[in-house]
């Protein structure tokens, strides 16, 4: 009866008496691994817990220490610093990113509503964006700039889909979060040549002064180097001293 209870309450082992003092032994023994064991699991599951909810933090890290050339663009160097952080990456994994940019705000805010309201766009732009998958990661780059870096896994047959929900988050901001803004598609990249379809989305915003709200995808729309001489400062500042205004602005239009 009482060693039936013993167990029942989660004892590790009985010995009659008299208790023999090598059986005695080994049960000290087998308590003390089994103290160990649960030990180290208990270890393996605090660890394991701060490694899922911390994992967006260091995969964050990551993406922005590429872009900032604090890791090497090569590939052996962006495997290296993954292996380092434990996350999980492969060379031949492709990766499309997606530059998010801010273009003006509706109305006048202060600094600390700015903020705010860039915390409501990355989150905005994880749910609708990433979706329900999670299968992305969002960055903050600067002010007013996100960039989501997606899986390129099959992405010639997700880019008119990624085209449209992009087109559907910056409804949801023009509506909710009162700005306009653009989004650049790159294209499909391996981790090390991030850096330049970076630069080249970051070019190619520089380069919109002429659209608001609009979706762009960088295997459409290639910007070509322009050779256009700058027009004669000098002579339009005396043309409008001497009243030609409607002749500087011909020329500025055609220009």
Known sequence: K?????????SLDYILKPIPFGELEKTILKAIEKI????ELAQFSQYGQFWFQHQPMLIERFWLDII???IPPRAESVSQAAADRNIPYADKMTFVPVLISVQRWHK?????EEK??????KN?????ILGSSQNGQLITLNSGRLLAVLS???????????????ERYIAACRQYFYCDLSCYIGEQVHG????EMVKRLRDYENNNVAYNNKVFLLTRFQLQPTMKQLPDMSTWSIMLKEGEYAKVLEEATSF
């Open 124 to 128: 905005s732009a994880e749910e609708i």
């Open 152 to 166: 390129g896994e099959s992405y010639s047959e997700l880019e008119s889909p990624l085209k449209q929900t992009c």
């Open 116 to 121: 705010i309201m860039e915390y409501a766009l």
């Open 2 to 10: 009482y060693a039936q209870q013993a167990l029942q309450l989660g």
């Open 36 to 39: 160990n064991v649960e030990s």
């Open 192 to 195: 090390h040549e991030m850096v």
């Open 108 to 112: 006048q805010l202060t600094l600390r």
């Open 68 to 70: 900032n050339q604090t």
